[in-house]
Structures are given as structure tokens and as C-alpha cells.
């Protein structure tokens, strides 16, 4: 059972908007910033969004992260077919003194 | 080109040991904190160790204290992870990352190395 809640799976349309949502506690989120990283089936993980909100050099800015209280969401918009991967939340947990990670959720582009 | 480049997994039995070892190219190795995450067959993340930029102080997880070691040669550019007493549950993927700041911020990873513990 991991730390941060995410939803298993999520799917959307080319084109379309989706919002994958990250929830946790007092003890992380609420009192840490947030990473997303993405992972292409079959390839290591990649730094999508840190700080809550920053991009890294190079990632689209379809990506965007947001955070409010103990939860954290990232959306994406302009759905591309490239963008189908493992999706995982990250921050650190002050109780556990340590890096937690979310369970991931599987974006499906139907 | 920044890159890490993990190698030394394998099928090992139930108690055995491996070390898995980090080649890292492209940047100034000593000036970063570097991280074991690992990954479970079909499973998340899970962060397994880390080790500031000097190799002076280390940390790692619950599941893993006493039975891994990391540390690191600044002089050959390349972390390494010691991993001992190993358990069928340890079976995952390795992967290497680079920590961009003191929150644990994973900004490079490698192609990870497979580790199998089984008899």
C-alpha cells in the first residue's frame, strides 16, 4: 500500500484534457512539494514536473502540476498518443523520513 | 551528454549478494546527491537509498537497513548499491538517479539493472 493515492488507471481521447489526482497527508504533501514522473512502457522514469509546478527544460507545457493542501494533481492537455506511460506521484514524508512515491496510474489514449 | 548507466544485476539465490554499480558521465558526479529506486515486476516506485555528493553520509529505507550499503568513488564517477541477504521481495529493477536538489528531486535516472532472487 503506498504512502500517496493515485488512481490505477485513467484514459482519455487525442486531444483531450485529463487531470490524474495524488492524495496524501499532513506529513507530505501538505508540508513538501511535489514531483510527477513519467514512464514509458519498458523505460526508465523521467522527471516531468517538480516544485509542485515547474516544468523541466524540455517537457511540453501540455503538463502542469498543481497542489492544494495534502493533494497534488498534474493534467495534461492536448492528448497525445505518445503520452500513453505510468504516471507517479512523488514527495517527501516527514514522518517517514524518506522519498514516497504514489502507486502510479496507467494513462490509457483510447 | 548526461548519463547513468547501471550494470551488475542478475538471478541470485535467496540470501545471496550482488553489487550493483552506476557509471556516471556527463556531469560533475561529486556535486550531486545520487539515489537507489527500485521497481517491483509490474509494481511503483519505491526509493531504496542515497548518498550525499562527498559519500559522508548515507540513508536509506526501512525495508532495506542492515542488508544494502551504497556508496560511491567521486575519483571513477560511479555509485554503487551493496546488496546483501537478499529476499525474493527484493527482486526488482535498480535504477540509479541523480538528485537535482535536497528534496529528493530525481531529475536523471538510468536504464535501470534487473535483480532476481530466486532458488
Known amino acids: 500500500q503506498s504512502v500517496l493515492t493515485q488512481p490505477p488507471s485513467a484514459s482519455g481521447t487525442p486531444g483531450q484534457r485529463v487531470t490524474i489526482s495524488c492524495s496524501g497527508s499532513?506529513?507530505?504533501?501538505?508540508?513538501?512539494?511535489v514531483k510527477w514522473y513519467q514512464q514509458l512502457p519498458g523505460t526508465a522514469p523521467k522527471l516531468l514536473i517538480y516544485s509542485n509546478n515547474q516544468r523541466p527544460s524540455g517537457v511540453p507545457d501540455r503538463f502542469s502540476g498543481s497542489k492544494s493542501g495534502t493533494s497534488a494533481s498534474l493534467a495534461i492537455s492536448g492528448l497525445q498518443s505518445e503520452d500513453e506511460a505510468d504516471y507517479y506521484c512523488a514527495t517527501w514524508d516527514d514522518s517517514l523520513n524518506g522519498p514516497v512515491f504514489g502507486g502510479g496510474t496507467k494513462l490509457t489514449v483510447l | 551528454e548526461v548519463q547513468l548507466l547501471e550494470s551488475g544485476g542478475g538471478l541470485v539465490q535467496p540470501g545471496g549478494s550482488l553489487r550493483l554499480s552506476c557509471a556516471a558521465s556527463?556531469?560533475?558526479?561529486?556535486?550531486?546527491?545520487m539515489n537507489w529506486v527500485r521497481q517491483a515486476p509490474g509494481k511503483g516506485l519505491e526509493w531504496v537509498s542515497s548518498i550525499i555528493g562527498s559519500g559522508s553520509s548515507t540513508h536509506y529505507a526501512d525495508s532495506v537497513k542492515g542488508r544494502f550499503t551504497i556508496s560511491r568513488d567521486n575519483s571513477e564517477n560511479t555509485l554503487y548499491l551493496q546488496v546483501n541477504s537478499l529476499r525474493a521481495e527484493d527482486t526488482a529493477a535498480y535504477y540509479c538517479?541523480?538528485?537535482?536538489?535536497?528534496?529528493?528531486?530525481?531529475?536523471?535516472w538510468g536504464q535501470g539493472t534487473m535483480v532476481t532472487v530466486s532458488s
Open positions: 556527463g556531469f560533475t558526479f561529486s556535486s550531486y546527491a
Open positions: 499532513s506529513s507530505n504533501i501538505g508540508s513538501n512539494t
Open positions: 538517479a541523480r538528485a537535482l536538489d535536497a528534496w529528493y528531486t530525481f531529475d536523471i
